[in-house]
């Protein structure tokens, strides 16, 4: 592959993590620059920044001559409740930074994350489609939707070849992650594995899309990778895998763990759920660029059973 210099944002987190590690199997290691707000002295290529800074991200982009930047850098769903003002700040001024460098220092691609989280009432439950009516019910999607748009304005009005990925929820095993609405599907396999009963802070019927990480980070390089003149939607592709509930996980779970429990005991999260679509239509993403998923519920929590290690 042509040598790159790539710059990823929120290195540390549950996408970030594993991100890293790919591109650098793909590009290098030292051709992949993490950065994120906690110090990590074990990574021979990191920086501290915090993506509120602009005039360091300035720097740091042209000190390690950057070409392109996933900014993944985000409060989520459920945590950003607690602070919406200190969500808007982080989700929507760190993004606007990086456009706007884009812009000056002339980037060649920069990736944004959205998610399912930009639906909500206005949009159909059931196979959403990619072009429908964006009305949030959190500031989470609130954040993401605007910020979608950000994409499509900056593509127009400046040519910034800026690519997005609407992300289903997400499971791994390298981390765990905090703050989600989805986090219930990583969480249960920790509980399973330390033969504990597991309390479920969603409703045993609550469907929602999902997806494992490797084909997260997979559909995300693919993307990136992808010609431009493949890329026909300058606001977030919709991605799909898998849509299952808690119960339907759990019962995959117990085809390993026969014993393992669980109890239902919904909070606030189950609103934020609830609003969000069931199965979504990624056939743009599969026409434009040749997505397509690798892993159903069964391989998946295959996978999740051999790899956790608690």
Known sequence: MQEKKILVTGANGQIGKVLTEELRKVYGIYNVLATDIQRNLDDP?????????????????????????????????????????????????????????????????????????????????????????????????????TGE???????????IDVRSLRYPGIISYQSIPVGGTTDYAVEIFYAAKKNEVYKCFLEKDTRLPMMYINDAIRATIELMQAPSESIKCRMGYNLAAISFTPEEIYEEIRTHYPDFKIIYEPDFRQKIASSWTEVIDDQEARKDWGWQHAFDLKAMVNDMLENIAI
Not at 70 to 86: D, I
Not at 149 to 159: A, E, S, V
Request: glycine share 4%; with cysteine; aromatic share 14%.
């Open 45 to 145: 290529c990191y920086e501290f920044l915090d993506v509120l800074n602009q005039y360091r991200m300035k720097e740091i982009i042209s000190d390690y001559q950057i070409s392109e930047v996933y900014h993944l850098a985000a409060l989520l769903s459920a945590s950003g409740e607690y602070n919406p003002v200190k969500t808007w700040n982080i989700n929507l001024n760190g993004w606007i930074s990086i456009l706007e460098l884009a812009k000056e220092l002339k980037l060649e691609k920069v990736f944004f994350p959205s998610t399912i989280a930009v639906f909500g009432k206005t949009t159909p439950r059931d196979f959403t489609p990619q072009h429908v009516p964006l009305q949030p019910e959190t500031i989470y999607g609130v954040s993401k939707a």
């Open 149 to 159: 748009m950000l994409c499509h304005y900056y593509h127009q009005k400046y040519g």
